[in-house]
């Protein structure tokens, strides 16, 4: 592929919700501009984007896929991110490498939610964006509907560029309103269209009306009644769009690429190139920040914001130059660790493709394989100029469940293939808890689970099972009791005897409190730390279901020994004899984590969250005003009860909830939730 200056190069990203047709999207740009041989089509598992065996099975994007080409002197790197929320961090490595946006929408379901989360993103990250209305070639898609939708929710800054004509349910042509000129398409080509200004007279002044709004000499002209050329146009919608103060909106297909050039020159006109953009920031040794230009003169810096794990090729890392070229001679470090790097060569990356560059310049995009010690977030440096670019800030994994393997002895294996995957996947967490003895895996929902074991079968020939995770319990007593232990054992030579008098009593804290209060020398002193170690062994494991015993403290107050029998041994042993026997009658409870649950959802569904949070034995502690027009609620809740809050909540805000779990303290268990995991350890200790 030709070589292109900063000056030249687009970084697009397609966003929207799941199904409204981005990759579609950009299988028509890709066959448009000749950097395909066929139009894929998801339904057919063809694409040169959904390349990866899991995405061709489910027909939906699961991560980011990047691919580059040339459309009128232009090089545009198409970025094509999922759209189900359960890949959320395809987006935030979509968006990371990005220059702009196109926000996909469908004609046939309107302004949806992950329209919505796309724009915030884009307001947040400053990405100048349009918005693409697509699937017009369904006879059930209206354009203007969902036109009006985005005027409702966005204000007048919405702006149409390209509107279709209709006939009927039928787009007869589609109008680039900055050149008046109207097209028919067949297969993706068009032949020019006869129509009258009229057809689309009120759009027109709408664009103007707006565009006039960002410039005061094409406002003075619009009121003098003069009419806008072309070039004034798109020079506005260009000032506009850069600002963030106008979107421009686009009409065609996708499927059948109607209208898509027109989008492409859009995209090629109004957005402002990688070198025209706000320049990075970085964050030099000392702690002080810098700005870097997309200049290919300036020092070499790269941000890694994709990685690829593979068994067998080796680990893939996807780059965006900041400033500067990156090739294997540019001498690189990695500014997290300080470590030289070894870059053997660089590449472009085509869907699952690459091919080899002799650099990467400023502003663009390309990838490094089997870089050590390098992940997602890190940035690649020239050593004379070390700086750190703005990291990737990707959502917390929310929904847990445990990791069992189907076959025995392949623990290891699981393990090192799910530290892989969380290279490739920073929005999965898995560690294991040592107090249940689980393997625990995290993601953002079902279906990212999901993906991720059949990704370990298929990646590295592992099959596991998820199950809901163990709850880490606690015991505690509530009553004192005075108890004794004694230990006595006879056999050929020496015997063992310990004797000893505890007072078992609760108390606060986590750890257990020992103290002795012997008199006379009943017990003597040597024999004391024998003690309190078979009493820390001891509540290790409580009586009532196994789980660790708190709040718990013990007195040793008298007992006896045998001058030749006794020893530490058996001082010990005779701790553990009375904790077994005294527990019991010091009315053993079971408690239960609880945690404070924050969570964020719109006010329309205040109401079922709280019923979702009483239903869950949930205490709701306060409502305040969110952010961004959502409302905060704050409740604890027994953490037991949570496990499948992420996919509740989830279904009843459409996606547009969020929330946070901490670990607040524990609390005593109902008894029945008590009898029920009593019962159930008990099962498991029989089995």
Not at 84 to 105: K, M, N, P, Q, Y
Not at 477 to 498: L, N, Y
Not at 547 to 576: Q, R
Not at 645 to 650: D, M, P
Request: glycine share 10%; aromatic share 8%.
């Amino acid at each position: 592929m030709k070589q292109y200056s900063s000056k030249e190069i687009r970084n697009l990203v397609l966003l929207g919700h799941g199904g409204e047709g981005k990759t579609s999207l950009a299988e028509a740009i890709l066959f448009l501009a000749g950097a395909s041989e066929r139009l894929g089509r998801v339904t057919d598992s063809n694409t040169v984007l959904d390349f990866d065996a899991e995405e061709k099975k489910r027909k939906i994007s699961v991560s980011a896929a990047l691919s580059p080409m040339e459309w009128k002197g232009t090089k545009l790197n198409i970025i094509d991110t999922p759209g189900l929320f359960d890949f959320a961090g395809g987006v935030v490595e979509g968006v990371r490498a990005a220059s702009c946006a196109v926000i996909v929408l469908s004609g046939k379901s309107g302004v949806t939610v992950g329209a919505e989360k796309s724009y915030k993103i884009c307001e947040q990250s400053g990405l100048p964006r349009f918005f693409f209305i697509g699937k017009l070639d369904s006879d059930t898609a209206n354009y203007y509907k969902t036109l009006d939708a985005l005027k409702e929710v966005y204000g007048s800054s919405v702006c149409p560029v390209v509107v279709p004509i209709m006939e009927g349910n039928l787009v007869k042509c589609y109008v680039n309103l900055l050149t008046g000129k109207a097209f028919v398409y067949s297969k993706g080509k068009p032949s020019p269209a006869s129509i009258s200004a009229d057809d689309y007279a009120e759009y027109y002044d709408a664009l103007c009306e707006t565009v006039a709004g960002v410039d005061e000499a094409l406002m003075e002209k619009y009121f003098s009644g003069e009419a806008f050329t072309a070039e004034e146009l798109t020079a506005g919608l260009k000032a506009g769009a850069a600002s963030g103060e106008l979107i421009p909106v686009f009409g065609g297909a996708g499927l059948d690429p109607a209208a898509v050039d027109m989008l492409l020159d859009g995209v090629v006109d109004i957005f402002p190139s990688v070198f025209d953009c706000a320049p990075e920031t970085g964050t030099l040794k000392d702690g002080a920040e810098t700005s870097l230009k997309a200049d290919e003169n300036g020092s070499a810096a790269a941000i890694i914001f994709k990685t690829i794990a593979d068994p067998f090729v080796g680990k893939l890392s996807y780059f965006k130059v900041a400033s500067g070229k990156i090739s294997s001679e540019s001498g690189l470090i990695n500014a997290r660790t300080g470590a030289a790097l070894r870059v053997s060569k660089v590449m472009y990356v085509k869907g699952g493709k690459q091919e080899d560059a002799p650099y990467i310049t400023a502003g663009d995009i390309g990838a490094i394989s089997k870089l050590a010690d390098a992940k997602t977030g890190d940035t690649l440096c020239a050593a004379t100029s070390p700086v750190t670019l703005k990291a990737l800030e990707f959502p917390k994994p929310c929904l847990s469940m445990a990791v069992y393997a189907k076959a025995k002895g392949e623990e290891e294996k699981i393990a090192a293939g799910l530290i892989r995957l969380m290279e490739e996947d920073p929005t999965v967490n898995f560690e294991t808890n040592h107090e249940t003895r689980e393997m625990i895996l995290s993601g953002l929902g079902e279906q990212h689970l999901d993906v991720i074991i059949t990704k370990l079968k298929t990646k590295f020939g592992v099959e596991v099972l998820l199950k809901v995770p163990k709850v880490a319990y606690r015991e505690t007593i509530r009553k004192h009791v005075r108890v004794q232990g004694r230990h006595k054992k006879q056999s050929g030579g020496h015997g063992q005897f310990g004797d000893v008098w505890i007072e078992f009593e609760p108390c606060e804290g986590d750890e257990l409190v020992f103290e002795e209060k012997v008199f006379g020398g009943s017990v003597p002193r040597n024999f004391f730390p024998a003690v309190e170690k078979g009493l820390r062994d001891s509540v290790k494991k409580g009586v009532l279901a196994g789980y660790p015993m708190v709040g718990l403290k013990a007195v040793l107050v008298d007992g006896s020994y045998h001058p030749v029998d006794s020893s530490e041994m058996s001082f010990k042993m005779a701790a553990s004899l009375a904790y077994k026997a005294g527990i019991p009658q010091a009315s053993p409870v079971l408690l239960e984590p609880i945690g404070t649950l924050t969570v964020h959802v719109p006010s329309d569904n205040m109401g079922d969250i709280m019923g979702e949070v009483n239903k869950r034995r949930g205490r709701v502690l306060g409502m305040n005003p969110g952010a961004e027009g959502l409302e905060e609620v704050v409740a604890e809740v027994p953490m037991a009860e949570v496990g499948d809050f992420a996919t509740v909540i989830r279904s009843i805000t459409q996606g547009r909830g969020s929330f946070s779990l901490e670990f607040a303290r524990y609390e005593e268990a109902p008894p029945m939730v008590a009898n029920k995991v009593v019962e159930n350890a008990k099962s498991e200790s029989e089995d």
